[in-house]
């Protein structure tokens, strides 16, 4: 009994101990990976952001009251100044209308004036002398009133700007949703573009933007004159307006623009290449090599150019970022660096 409770403890030995028990219990082999030790470098801090020139000034022409269209002097494309007559409805029945008070505020007054003298040697009570006064007034209202919509037959420019495409004709009849052209002042322009959120505060009335649009070789310029008072939700960005400096005949409202802002030089920003950075949601991490592991850690990020990415917090001159094989990394991993810049 004795030799064969020996025999089954040396048996069970020998297979713990044997090659292939001892190559199961190993620790899986590192991940060879490479890495970069974080160093200071120079980074200018520019970012590049789509744009939209716009007009400086700019609105659809829509009559303020219905009616048809007796005379239309809108000329498509030119330039028309403030005040200048558009259109006009028609408003025969508002000028009877006129002459009717006209005529009623005539004798109104001429029996007021009689009235003020009876007064005076007390052959009216002062009742009787106030409800013809009242009426004069009242006269002087209701004429107001109807030179008031004679007025609104009347369609003028509202700025000095240049005519759109016209969308009427005479005879037309026309109700305040009709479209009757547009009008943009074009002799001075605005470009509009949106900036990320951590940018926002270092924007200010005055910062010199440039900008480029297809067609053109020319470098534009633009001064900041005004950004939206908070930060749109949705796409975490601040709004900006600028007044573009220059004049050219490929800078036309509406054309697209690839906006180019200067914040500034960095002489120690850190750096990482940006395959070396992991999207989660909306933070961004990175793995640092940690005595042979591979661990990550949340970083704030700046400036991106074509190839790097500025760490703002999160990354300490000296860490050794891990640079390759970012999707095979788990935390604690086991690394082995094949290859450190």
């Known amino acids: 009994m004795l030799l064969l409770v020996l025999s089954s403890f040396i048996c069970c030995k020998s297979k713990k101990d044997s090659p292939a028990a001892l ?40 009559p303020e009251v219905s009616g048809r269209l007796v005379s239309l002097n809108i000329k498509e494309g030119t330039n028309v100044s403030q005040g200048a007559l558009l259109a006009k409805l028609y408003d025969g029945d508002l000028q009877a209308q006129m002459r009717k008070l006209d005529v009623q505020l005539k004798i109104a007054d001429q029996t007021e004036k009689r009235q003020a003298e009876l007064l005076k040697i007390q052959g009216i009570s002062q009742q009787e002398y106030d409800l013809s006064l009242l009426e004069v007034q009242s006269l002087k209202a209701d004429k107001d009133i109807v030179q008031e919509s004679i007025r609104k037959t009347e369609i003028k420019a509202p700025f000095s700007g240049k005519l759109g495409l016209k969308n009427v004709s005479p005879g037309a009849y026309v109700t305040p949703s009709t479209v009757m052209t547009s009008i943009s002042q074009v002799n001075k322009l605005k470009i509009q573009f949106n900036v990320p959120e951590r940018y926002g505060s270092r924007l200010k009335n005055g910062l010199t933007i440039s900008f480029t649009v297809d067609g053109s070789s020319t470098t534009f310029t633009a001064n900041i004159i005004a950004t939206e008072i908070e930060i749109d939700e949705n796409t975490r960005s601040l709004a900006v307006r600028a007044l573009v400096n220059q004049q050219d ?93």
Do not use: C, W
């Not at 899986?28 to 952001?49: C, D, H, K, T, Y």
């Not at 050794?320 to 290859?339: C, Q």
């Open 23 to 62: 190559a199961t219990n190993a620790a899986p082999p590192a991940l060879r990976v490479e890495g970069m030790i974080a160093s200071s470098q120079s980074l200018s801090a520019n970012i590049e952001v789509p744009g939209t020139i716009l007009a400086f000034e700019t609105t659809e022409i829509h």
């Open 249 to 341: 005949k490929v800078l036309i409202p509406g054309t697209f623009a690839k906006v180019k802002i200067v914040l500034g030089e960095n002489a120690n920003a850190l750096l990482v290449p940006n395959d070396a950075i992991l999207p989660l949601g909306r933070k961004k991490q990175i793995y640092l090599y940690k005595a042979g592991k591979g661990m990550p850690t949340d970083i704030t990020t700046g400036v991106r150019d074509s190839t790097n990415l500025e760490v703002v917090s999160g990354l300490k001159l000296g860490d050794t970022v891990i640079t390759s094989g970012i999707l095979f990394l788990r935390p604690g991993i086991n690394v082995e660096l094949s290859k450190i810049k």
